[in-house]
């Protein structure tokens, strides 16, 4: 995700296990900048919007959904900007989204939303998420749970690959279901 994001102009991370960043064990992501309150985001947002610029690395300190449900609502009420949402699992269930979140994933492209989304486990994930996805990057599954959440989105010869992926390794799905090893 990190790798899609550095080429975007116009972009919110919601970084919910501070995964990205300039510490250790963090993927840096040069020219975001650290925002950890909605209160902040609001005030950087309407300083920043009119010049086109906006990346935004959003880590919270606590109350993680709590702030979910803030930053996507307020996500939702922008145009052409991309939301990046670092395991996304936490945030719904396989039947169920937030309905900012919902709101992006089903009808996002009316208001230029491009939503990315990273999730450990794809069993928790929201199906309708997987399923209006035209990209995935499937890395190294091992779980049943996990290979039947995405049985429908990958096709069945690349799905078989998928458990013996070596590390940082991946299959990449596009919409038309061409795949590949990555």
């Not at 510490?23 to 086109?52: N, S, Y």
């Amino acid at each position: 995700m990190a790798q899609l994001l550095r080429r975007t102009r116009r972009a919110i991370a919601f970084n919910t296990v501070a995964a990205l960043g300039d510490g250790p064990r963090q993927t840096p992501l040069p020219g975001f900048t650290l925002i950890t309150t909605p209160q902040e985001l609001v005030r950087f947002v309407r300083a920043r919007w009119a010049d086109g610029a906006l990346r935004v690395l959003y880590t919270p300190q606590a109350n993680v959904r709590e702030h979910f449900d803030d930053v996507a609502n307020l996500v939702w009420t922008m145009r052409d900007v991309v939301f990046a949402v670092d395991e996304v699992w936490y945030f719904q269930s396989p039947g169920w989204s937030p309905p900012a979140l919902s709101n992006m994933m089903l009808m996002g492209r009316i208001r230029g939303h491009t939503l990315l989304w990273t999730a450990q486990r794809a069993a928790k994930v929201d199906k309708t998420l997987t399923s209006v996805s035209t990209e995935l990057y499937v890395g190294k599954l091992t779980e049943r749970r996990d290979l039947d959440a995405i049985r429908d989105c990958v096709p069945a010869e690349a799905l078989e690959r998928v458990p013996a992926l070596a590390q940082w390794r991946f299959i990449h799905v596009s919409d038309s279901g061409d795949w590949r090893e990555i």
